[in-house]
Every structure is written in structure tokens, then in C-alpha cells.
């Protein structure tokens, strides 16, 4: 069992930066994925990045591709989304998700198990 608490969501302005953080209770396996996910009101969730503990290459939804960025310290057990020239458009609820084994389409909601309650971020114009 995996726990996963978010922290980092904020009301700012557009154009500002914020950074999530997701931190689990244990360690994932090496070629899981963890990933961010996010759900505006009145929309379904949408995967928007994604990585594997050790190696790989970061996965990103072209809705924040070159604005947002995926990290994570293996030794913190900690995931990170850097989010940068935020827009109204990406006011959502974010989400920290982990998977228990390889998937090839890491940005899909179903290929993961555990979930955090969400933190918000709200951007203002």
C-alpha cells in the first residue's frame, strides 16, 4: 500500500510559477511510473506527466509541455512538478498518482493504483 500526500497548490497570477511536491509512504519500483494528474470543473482527469523512478525519459501532455517540469528524489520518496507561465487554463485540481508496474502509455489515469487527495491550484488572470 502506497500513500501519497500533495502540497504546493496556491492561488496565483498568470504568468507565475508554483511547484507541487508528492510524497510517498514507500519507495515505488524502479520502472513504475509516478505521474501528475489534474481535473478542472465540469472535466475529466487529465494525465499531464510522468516518470519512472530510475531512468527513462519524462512523459508530459502537450497542454504544459515546455512549462512544466517532472522531478523526483528517490531518497525523499518525493515527486515534484515544477509548473511555470501558469494560464487560467491550468486551474485544476493536481493530483499525485503511482503505479505498480511498467506501462508504456504512463499518461493514462487507468494504469494507476494509488492516488493523493488533490492539491489546488488556482490561477487567476
Known amino acids: 500500500q502506497v500513500q501519497l500526500v500533495e502540497s504546493g497548490g496556491a492561488s496565483v497570477q498568470a504568468g507565475g510559477s508554483l511547484r507541487l511536491s508528492c510524497e510517498a509512504s514507500i519507495r515505488t519500483c524502479s520502472s513504475c511510473y509516478m505521474a501528475w494528474f489534474r481535473q478542472a470543473p465540469g472535466k475529466g482527469r487529465e494525465g499531464i506527466a510522468a516518470?519512472?523512478?530510475?531512468?527513462?525519459?519524462?512523459h508530459y501532455a502537450d497542454s504544459v509541455k515546455g512549462r512544466f517540469t517532472i522531478s523526483r528524489d528517490n531518497a525523499k520518496r518525493t515527486l515534484y512538478l515544477q509548473m511555470n507561465s501558469l494560464s487560467p487554463e491550468d486551474t485544476a485540481m493536481y493530483y499525485c498518482?503511482?503505479?505498480?508496474?511498467?506501462?508504456?502509455?504512463?499518461?493514462?489515469?487507468?494504469?494507476?493504483?494509488?492516488w493523493g487527495q488533490g492539491t489546488q491550484v488556482t490561477v487567476s488572470s
Open positions: 516518470m519512472q523512478s530510475v531512468g527513462g525519459v519524462p
Open positions: 498518482a503511482a503505479g505498480i508496474q511498467y506501462t508504456p502509455t504512463p499518461l493514462l489515469e487507468n494504469k494507476y493504483v494509488y
